[in-house]
């Protein structure tokens, strides 16, 4: 199965600002939405963004304001800008292709799941 690449999580302080890449077979950007998800120690793996191919974007409310997500499809990768990091974003980031079957904010609509990049903000 197509498995995409997630790169860019570290160590930051809180209010300080990280920007998280992932990319994949180029197929994939043609023909699917990307979404970003976060998964912390303890709880279920929630929703952060979704990128549609026509550009339409949707964020949880937690996030909303403060990352943004983007897609360059000449590089077949999706971004996801972490602006103003809070303590409680700290979580390990997964980016995954939306094949439908369910809402955009369901993990179980999505596939192709990279290996993670850990984020951490320290407070």
């Known amino acids: 199965q197509v498995q995409l690449v997630e790169s860019g999580g570290g160590l930051v302080q809180a209010g300080g600002s990280l920007r998280l890449s992932c990319s994949a077979p180029?197929?994939?950007?043609?023909?699917?939405?990307m979404g970003w998800f976060r998964q912390a120690p303890g709880k279920e793996r929630e929703f952060v963004a979704i990128?549609?191919?026509?550009?339409?974007?949707h964020y949880a409310d937690s996030v909303k304001g403060r990352f943004t997500i983007s897609r360059d499809n000449a590089k077949n990768t999706v971004y996801l800008q972490m602006n103003s990091l809070k303590p409680e974003d700290t979580a390990v980031y997964y980016c995954?292709?939306?094949?439908?079957?369910?809402?955009?904010?369901?993990?179980?609509?999505?596939?192709?799941w990279g290996q993670g990049t850990q984020v951490t903000v320290s407070s």
């Open positions: 995954g292709a939306y094949y439908g079957g369910g809402y955009y904010y369901e993990r179980e609509s999505f596939g192709s």
């Open positions: 990128s549609w191919s026509g550009g339409t974007t």
């Open positions: 180029g197929r994939i950007f043609s023909g699917y939405a």
